[in-house]
């Protein structure tokens, strides 16, 4: 059997699995979404949100990049961001990265990756913003577990700086925002910065009229 023949038949296998243990699921999915959940997370295939949260289909939804980044101008991030905040009026938003993240290391080197190198400069900026303290790490693997915490909190600063987040929070006192890390040596979940609806930002950043 091929690899991918593999993945069908066990899609068939847990299909029948969901139908047995509650014959209304699929029915029930098909015609409504509402999920509480936006996840933005690592492309990893090590960190997939629904397993590593015990969570169903229907309860998450998902967003996944390179390093869990929120580029103001990347169009598919604030569509997905748009969606989930203005129509499925989520209550979470978890910005979730991992530690020993591949795409933090790359960004950390000088190697030219080719197209890569203009997604990594969102974080070397991250690392410019913080350098003081990740250069007084001395151990690289440490450097790399705090960039990665770092970077995860400047991407939920990123999230406020949005219109979207800034009128939902004006409007409806949600979403709140919440920074976690993945550790994948013991698949434990570290929360390490958050944002409540309406936590001051650097006013520059805030618009008047949303
Ligand atoms: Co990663």
């Known amino acids: 059997m091929k690899t ?20 209304t699921f699929f029915d029930r999915l098909a015609h409504l979404q509402t999920p509480e959940f936006l996840w933005i997370g690592c492309s990893d295939s090590r960190v997939p949100a629904n397993e590593i949260t015990g969570t169903q289909p229907g309860e998450i939804f998902v967003h996944r990049n390179i390093a869990n980044m929120v580029v103001n101008t990347d169009l598919n991030l604030l569509s997905v961001l748009q969606y989930a905040v203005e129509i499925l009026k989520v209550k979470h938003i978890i910005v979730c990265g991992h530690y020993g993240c591949g795409g933090v290391k790359a960004a950390m080197t000088n190697h030219n990756y080719g197209i890569i190198n203009k997604w990594l400069r969102n974080i070397k900026d991250v690392y410019r913003f913080h350098r003081k303290e990740v250069d007084s790490i001395l ?6 577990n705090r960039m990665v ?14 219109s979207i987040v800034q009128k939902s929070w004006k409007e409806n006192l949600h979403p709140h925002i919440h920074g976690w890390v993945y550790d994948l040596h013991d698949g434990i979940i570290k929360p390490v910065f958050e944002m409540k609806a309406g936590t001051h930002i650097d006013p520059i950043y805030e618009f008047d009229d949303l």
């Open 4 to 23: 991918y023949e593999k993945l069908l038949l066990e899609n068939k296998a847990w299909a029948k699995e969901k139908i047995e243990d509650d014959p």
């Open 139 to 144: 151990n690289e693997d440490e450097q790399v």
């Open 149 to 162: 915490e770092l970077n995860v909190q400047e991407q939920v600063m990123n999230l406020a700086k949005t």
